[in-house]
């Protein structure tokens, strides 16, 4: 069973950093783009170690998957209303 199966992650322990890294690749997913770290770290201002530490916790926990190098939002049962 995959890890997001496994457990629910729960939004309240995200980093202050773990939301603004899920923030910047969720507002690329409004057009339908992933994220590489390089654009994270620019939409953020987070140092790249920072950012590449956030992204590793945001897919072990299933809220986001990596894509070729570059990261897209994980399954989830909300919409982005535009």
Do not use: C, F, I, N
Not at 20 to 41: N, P, S
Not at 48 to 70: K, N
Not at 71 to 80: Q, S
């Amino acid at each position: 069973m995959a890890m997001s199966e496994e457990r629910s992650p729960d939004v309240q322990a995200l980093s202050d950093a773990d939301t603004r890294v899920y923030e910047a690749v969720a507002g690329l997913a409004v057009d339908g783009r992933t994220a590489t770290v390089e654009e994270v770290v620019q939409a953020t201002a987070l140092p790249e170690d920072a950012v590449r530490r956030s992204v590793a916790t945001l897919a072990e926990a299933g809220w986001l998957e990596e894509d070729g190098g570059a990261y897209a939002l994980g399954p989830h049962d909300w919409g982005v209303d535009r």
